[in-house]
């Protein structure tokens, strides 16, 4: 190595601080530009005011779903970007049919009514509906210790709640959701006839909250309907079980499974000025579920990633690198979206360097989930001066996001938008997740948290 004399060396380190300082100065101007821009006029609230109140619930193969695609496809070709186009992509479909109905009878004939409603993907109850004696459990341990003498012909009752002293709510989230996913196919297997859940939060209201279930490779003559319970129904039945274990539950529902059926991610870009074969992705998912307008989960994502591009032309900011919008379809029940964006991406052999998703709700945003290597981790923690004045702290290491994360281990950097997390679980997946809890300050903070990330990124480059 060569070394330096000590003028030059002088010379050298007083440059090189005036060009990082000058760096510095130039992208706080930006993101004050960014952060203005989207505070004073931006579109993302109006958007989701579309998506959610002329639109509505968006579940995968539905009408909703179609009008969604083609809203944000016409949006997207407003914002006069390079390119706007549709990636085909085979959808299950899944109706919810009338309204479930479910009681719990007590010895004496007493009948109460309980809010329940299907999770995504159960099959239907008989006609008659069942019912059946309770047996209540916290996890699938419990499952092996009663054995099926126990829970053969019975309604098994997962009653886990989330964790409550987990600050981080999505990490209770995950603590609590194998009782969705995986309770009627653990249960099938000691001849439950179906299977009731606690709903996924950590309010105790009347609402129930639906998600996907799967019944991995449980034969299709023994896979058994599957509903969640709302969090005050769950404390109900727990309580009359104490005082009479052989209380009778009842149910009917009447969804159903349909064949796969044709949909679409809708992708937008900014073709890059240096790097135009480099794609940098910002995106959430179009799919909701049928309960309620999925104003949070995800219309917020997706309108946040669309004002991510929209912002940068409205400030005329020409990226470096291919900035593509993508709004994923069938995140809630199959992934199929995301899974099919990253094979297309591998098959065409398109470079991505970095990708983020906002799938946590549009409420006040705090920093990233960043997965990636050390050098990345540290090159976006060395923003964080830049991000100080907008109260943006949290860079941490952990999940990213559903639909970016196929692409896995061929892109560098995968970021999710961390929000605030404290009342995302309360009307998730529910009747509550309305376009009425979304803040318009808030989801606006959130597109400008995303597109000075997306800035950074760009401007500065991957490690
Ligand atoms: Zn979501």
Redesign the pocket.
Known sequence: MKTLSIPSLIFFLFFSSISISQNAIQDSIMLKKIYSTALTDGKAYDWLDYLSNEIGGRLSGSIEAESAVNYTEEQLNELGLDKVWLQSVMVPKWTRGFKEYAYIETNSGDKSVTNICALGGSVPTPNLGIKAEVVEVQNFEDLTKLGKDKIAGKIVFFNRPMQADLIHTGSAYGGASNQRYSGAEQAAKYGAIGVLVRSLTLKLDDSPHTGAMSYGDTPNSQRIPAAAISTKGAEYLSSLLKLQPNLQFYFKQNCKIWDDVPSFNVIGEITGSVHPNKFMVVGG?LDSWDLADGAQ??GA?VVQSMEVLRLFKKLNYRPKHTIRVVLFMN??NGLRGGLKYAEEAKRKKEKHVFALES?SGGYTPRGFSLETDAANVAQIRSWAPLFKPYLIHLFDEGYSGADIRPMKGNIDVLAGLQPDSQRYFDIHHSENDTFDQVNKRELELGAATMASLMYLMDIHGVK
């Open positions: 998912h989960d995800d994502g995140e809630e799938d």
